[in-house]
C-alpha cells in the first residue's frame, strides 16, 4: 500500500523551511519608508502624509518632493529599511535607497503620540550627484 502526504513541500524535500526564510514582522518606519519614497520619486503627492508627520517635517517634505530627488530616475527600490530606539515612543529610520546603480539614502525620526499613532519629525535625504 502506497502512502499519500499532504505537504506543500516539492518531491524529495525534507526540512520545513520555506524558500523566501521566515518573515520579520514589519514596523511602522517599514510602512513609513514606503510611502516616504513614493511622495519623493512623485509617485504620490505630497499632501498623502499630510496627517503623518509633525510640525517642521511636513514643511520639509513640501520643499524637498518638488525638487524630486529621486524624480525623473529609473523606479527607486527600497532595500533596507532599519531603525534605532533612542527611548520610548520614538524611532529614528534610515532607508537605504537603489535607482539603477546609484544608491541614495534617506533618514526619518518617527513619535508616537498621546494617541499611540506613529508621526514622522523630521526628514533627511543624501544629497545625490
Do not use: K
Not at 535607497?97 to 506613529?118: C, K
Amino acid at each position: 500500500m502506497t502512502r499519500t502526504r499532504n505537504t506543500t513541500r516539492p518531491p524529495g524535500r525534507h526540512d520545513q523551511r520555506r524558500p523566501h526564510g521566515p518573515r520579520t514582522p514589519r514596523g511602522p518606519h517599514d510602512w513609513f519608508a514606503e510611502r516616504l519614497l513614493a511622495v519623493v520619486s512623485g509617485q504620490r503627492p505630497v499632501h498623502s502624509l499630510l496627517g503623518h508627520t509633525v510640525g517642521q517635517a511636513y514643511d520639509q517634505l513640501v520643499t524637498l518632493a518638488p525638487a524630486g530627488p529621486l524624480r525623473d530616475r529609473l523606479r527607486p527600490v527600497l532595500h533596507r529599511c532599519g531603525r534605532f530606539h533612542p527611548g520610548p515612543g520614538v524611532i529614528e529610520a534610515f532607508a537605504r535607497i537603489t535607482t539603477g546603480d546609484r544608491v541614495s539614502a534617506m533618514a526619518f525620526r518617527l513619535e508616537q503620540g498621546p494617541d499611540l499613532r506613529w508621526r514622522c519629525a523630521a526628514i533627511e535625504m543624501s544629497p545625490l550627484p
